[in-house]
């Protein structure tokens, strides 16, 4: 459904190049969910955006992204067009912001219908309203502005708008992040059975590794533009490879586990600037099990156990043991 | 022994879009701070937990209600706010509106000094308070200016801002919800260190129970204007009693028991409104324990929806629900 072969974006500011995502593969089946876990500026929003060829002009983007096939970084203008919101559509964090405040948001459901021509003039405001009742609001809030409506519910209207064509792969950016924990579990459990019951392809995007984990059947782990470990979502989270997986994980406490009660942990110092990557391994200077050939060895990614990858060179020897 | 106290706080506001009605924000709350003590105020948007944290502030004068320091009600006028401020300081959850921009560390750190009139000694209170929320060595951060710091290193900064007048409380809300995940828990074991080398007491307001269970000796849960359930971190978490409590607890991301013995009690609908609080329990509407019938079959259905509840006492553990009080006479204190 979604491959993605060594994908690079490198932003240009001034005579600064940051190169934002350095090398990154994903492969996503039909109703497959993956997550991608990471913190800011760790490239994961960026490679949100590339996948749709959403980044600013001037970005230099290299590698395959092949949606059903098709590469879309080298697709024409008008085939791009009709692949966003039909074929991959995209949910935002900050519905606020994503939606336009002066339309109603029945009419705004509408545009890609009609845009699309995915249903017939005389049946898109019957459309619309299936699609309000599919994810949880009533008719009536069509004729509602975003103002009206509280954070939960635009982000309703913005995952009721990414499943108004029929996507076969929806990607989901920080999509409850700005949300209340039961208004996040409506949202969630709304995502997972939409792609359960259609077969869509998920790629959620979260700095919550906690929430990818149980909502995922995949997670990777990304750290200065690249992927550090991947695997099945439950095991990378509890039985982490990576030090920074491993240090993720343990920065969201399990409520009842006696191991994580009035001890939080946390990692010193702070994400490399894309910039000015350091040398070798880019998580070696806040690494707890850095040795000296992490400075000087570029490590990718290996395997870490069954369907499990991870890009450190303590792996080989765990696995070899 | 109490170090901060409320008793029957209410704070209302003019609703929004209707006149003459007004919402009822804090709604009669009891809450008692230790000397030393960690509490956590948990609750989800709108529930009232920051309108209550202002108002132990002293930010907002309560329409009905007292706030006490050290036994004694605190008084409005200019004066004795700024006295009370000295002993209980306020940490906000953006470091980055928090700070001028174009202040320095030093200045940023230095204010509440100057305008607490503590001229003596000023580098070496600012140095101590940047040292103790881990800024070190502290004179290296003097001339620094917030966009060079990290987001980590800024909320240090402004905890040094308010250790700088060693006061004895802080009230903290949402302190780590603008940091990345992996510095948050550097933040939170701050806060437990300067408890444990200052006896410094903490209210710490937000949505997040893990963060109550990273850090906090007790937690007190609101819902729509007051706290429903409160008790030891351990006891509230492990074996919330409350049906709101138990709805909260269920659905956080869990790796314990494979998600299999607990299902997640989504519960339908947002917070309601605080300018129309239901009667009787005021969780009743969305009560999972009602829709499903263990209300009606206990006999106290009728309770729910029509009996409003008492207030808890602000040290618990107790739990503000006819089902509890139903099946536990003795607990949680009287129907």
């Known amino acids: 459904m979604l491959t993605v072969r060594d994908l690079r974006v490198t932003y240009h500011s001034g005579r600064t190049a940051v190169p934002a995502v350095r090398g990154v593969d994903l492969d996503v089946a039909a109703g497959q969910r993956l997550g991608i876990a990471g913190e800011s500026g760790c490239g994961k929003s960026t490679l949100a955006s590339a996948l749709l060829r959403l980044l600013p002009p001037g970005t230099e983007v290299s590698g395959e992204i092949l949606l059903d096939g098709e590469d879309v970084l080298t697709m024409s203008f008008g085939r791009l067009r009709a692949v966003r919101w039909a074929g991959a559509s995209i949910v935002f964090q900050g519905a606020m912001h994503a939606l336009n405040p002066v339309h109603r948001i029945g009419r705004q459901i509408a545009e890609p219908l009609l845009l699309h021509r995915t249903v017939p003039p005389a049946r898109v405001q019957a459309r619309v309203e299936e699609l309000l009742a599919q994810v949880g609001l009533p008719a009536w809030r069509a004729n509602s502005y975003p103002h009206e409506l509280s954070g939960g519910q635009r982000q309703r209207v913005m995952i009721a708008m990414a499943l108004a064509c029929e996507p076969r792969l929806v990607i989901a950016d920080e999509a409850t992040t700005a949300l209340d924990v039961m208004i996040q579990a409506q949202v969630l459990e709304l995502i997972t059975r939409l792609t359960t019951e259609r077969g869509i392809a998920l790629v959620m995007i979260s700095h919550d590794l906690s929430v990818l984990s149980s909502t995922c059947d995949r997670v990777a782990v990304m750290y200065a533009g690249r992927i550090v470990e991947e695997g099945p979502a439950r095991e990378v989270f509890t039985s982490p490879a990576h030090p920074y997986a491993a240090a993720l994980a343990a920065a969201f406490p399990t409520v009842g586990d006696e191991a994580s009660r009035l001890r939080p942990r946390g990692l010193g110092g702070d994400p490399p600037d894309p910039a000015h990557l350091p040398p070798g391994c880019p998580f070696q200077p806040r690494c707890e099990r850095a040795v000296a050939r992490c400075a000087s060895t570029d490590v990718r990614l290996r395997p870490a156990g069954a369907g499990r990858h991870a890009a450190c060179v303590h792996v080989d020897e765990e696995v070899a043991a | ?335």
């Open chain 2, 1 to 335: 022994m109490t170090l901060l106290s409320a008793r029957g706080i209410h704070v209302h506001f003019p609703a929004r879009g209707r006149r003459g009605a007004v919402a009822r924000a804090v709604d009669g709350v009891d809450l008692d701070l230790a000397p030393g003590e960690i509490l956590a105020l948990a609750g989800e948007s709108g529930c009232g937990k920051t309108t209550l944290a202002r108002s132990l502030l002293g930010l907002i004068r309560p329409n009905a209600g007292t706030v006490s320091y050290d036994g004694v009600p605190l008084k409005y006028d200019a004066a004795s706010l700024k006295r009370y401020r000295r002993q209980v300081q306020l940490v906000l959850q953006d470091p980055t509106g928090a700070l001028n921009p174009r202040h320095t560390v030093y200045e940023a750190v230095a204010e509440g000094l100057r305008i607490h009139g503590l001229t003596d000694d000023e580098p070496r209170r600012v140095a101590e308070a940047l040292a103790r929320a881990g800024l070190r060595p502290p004179e290296r951060f003097f001339l620094r200016y917030p966009h060079e710091l990290s987001g980590g290193q800024r909320q240090r900064v402004v905890i040094a801002g308010a250790l700088v007048l060693e006061p004895r409380v802080i009230i903290a809300d949402e302190p780590v919800a603008s940091l990345d995940a992996s510095v948050r828990g550097e933040i939170l074991a701050l806060l437990l260190r300067l408890r444990d080398e200052l006896g410094l007491s903490a209210l710490v307001v937000t949505h997040d129970l893990g963060l109550a269970w990273n850090i906090a000796d007790r937690l007190a849960v609101m819902y729509l204007g007051r706290v429903v359930e409160i008790g030891p971190v351990a006891q509230v978490l492990t074996q919330p009693r409350h049906p709101y409590t138990q709805a909260l607890v269920s659905v956080l991301p869990s790796t314990l028991g494979d998600g299999g013995s607990r299902r997640p009690i989504v519960l339908t609908g947002e917070t309601p409104d605080a300018s129309r609080v239901p009667e009787g329990c005021r969780f009743h509407p969305r009560c999972p324990k009602v829709t499903d019938g263990t209300a009606e079959t206990a006999g106290v259905a009728e309770a729910c929806r029509t009996k409003e509840l008492p207030v808890l006492d602000g040290v618990g553990p107790a739990v503000a629900c006819h089902l509890v009080d139903g099946r536990l006479p003795a607990a949680g204190g009287q129907a």
